[in-house]
């Protein structure tokens, strides 16, 4: 009998995503397999926004951001920055900024007030690990016409336990790729001027998850091939709250034996994919065993989703057995 773990499709349970800027297309590549998102924190708390001053001019180009004096730790940081172009500034030839996957190129600095600790955080890649190209002229010309202001955001439990709660020196920087793509294009790092942010302890915090006492083996949808799955159904499952942290994603991986599977979200109840997938089942009885991990991580779900090492810990761990005879398997099949 052959089994092959299933792909346990990539759907994500986060505390927040983003929006795209003027330039989703690249966005569009990485892709998520069109998953649901559930949102596992409650609104950012924040008091009056403020604004930096202009930061200082760089080959014709400034920065400004706008950020939340107020937020919790490991939460999304929100912060509008904004460009402006003195035209008469700029190098000679210089006409357009590049706008390529350009959420990668602004970046937070803070530094702690009491420590002087510095952190530098980025926002997510626009690509997840996947390969990005250029479908069309991805440019915004630098003719003194307004640049739409950007919404960055920036995930703080990247950094959970260090940016501890306190007071913290901001400065948002934007800077292009070393290698400049054509001479057209402006090429440098330009700073906002400083703002301040105050990082609040977390409001502690509990999700419910539905999650299986026990397995079973069913006939999975014919859309989806009518395999073999195993799975549960709501009678299989019980309530579990656990602790969860701001800024993580949830995810589930499946082990028995050498093999695993891992996937964005927590285990529901009737799973298309299910935790295993018996695509070339030839006869005999079934034993299994499966360890059932749900963990939180601050690593989103990508392509080659590591999720380890960053902010990883388990929430909720069981071992599961599965054990069928023939012909209760039969029965299964023909049904």
């Excluded at 759907?11 to 998102?37: I, K, N, T």
């Excluded at 250029?134 to 260090?162: M, N, S, V, W």
């Excluded at 906002?192 to 079973?216: A, H, M, N």
Aim: include cysteine; glycine fraction near 10%.
């Amino acid at each position: 009998m052959k089994s092959l773990m299933s792909g346990l499709c990539m759907m994500v349970l986060a505390v927040g995503c983003a929006s795209p800027g003027p330039d989703p297309e690249p966005r569009g590549h990485a892709g998520d397999g069109g998953a649901s998102m559930e949102v596992s924190q409650q609104a950012a708390s924040t008091q009056t926004e403020g604004v930096s001053p202009w930061g200082e001019q760089v080959r014709g180009l400034q920065l400004q951001a706008n950020a939340p004096s107020e937020i919790e730790q490991g939460m999304y940081l929100t912060i509008t920055g904004e460009l402006r172009c003195e035209r008469d500034k700029l190098d000679a030839g210089v006409s357009v900024l590049d706008t390529f996957l350009w959420e990668r190129q602004f970046i937070l600095d803070l530094t702690n007030f009491e420590t002087r600790k510095p952190f530098e955080v980025h926002q997510e890649d626009p690509a997840r690990g996947m390969p990005a190209m250029r479908i069309r002229d991805h440019t915004i010309a630098l003719d003194g016409t307004p640049i739409r202001p950007q919404k960055l955001e920036f995930l703080l439990a990247r950094f959970y336990e260090e940016l501890s709660p306190g007071r913290y020196d901001c400065r948002v920087k934007f800077a292009t790729p070393d290698v400049q793509v054509a001479a057209r294009h402006w090429h440098g790092t330009v700073v906002s001027g400083p703002f301040t942010v105050e990082i609040l302890p977390e409001t502690p915090k509990t999700q419910t998850f539905l999650l299986p006492e026990r397995l079973q083996l069913v006939r999975g949808p014919e859309l989806y091939g009518g395999h073999l799955l195993v799975n549960y159904a709501e009678e299989d499952a019980e309530e579990v709250a656990v602790p969860v942290r701001n800024g993580h994603f949830i995810g589930t991986r499946c082990r028995r034996g050498s093999g695993e599977g891992l996937r964005g979200g927590a285990p529901t109840p009737n799973d298309v994919n299910g935790f295993d997938q018996l695509h070339q089942y030839d006869g005999g009885d079934l034993d299994r065993s499966y360890r059932i991990t749900v963990f939180e991580t601050c690593e989103s779900t990508g392509h080659f989703w590591s999720p380890h090492g960053c902010g990883y810990k388990v929430l909720w761990e069981k071992t599961l057995e599965l054990h069928m005879i023939e012909a209760e398997i039969a029965a299964i099949k023909a049904d």
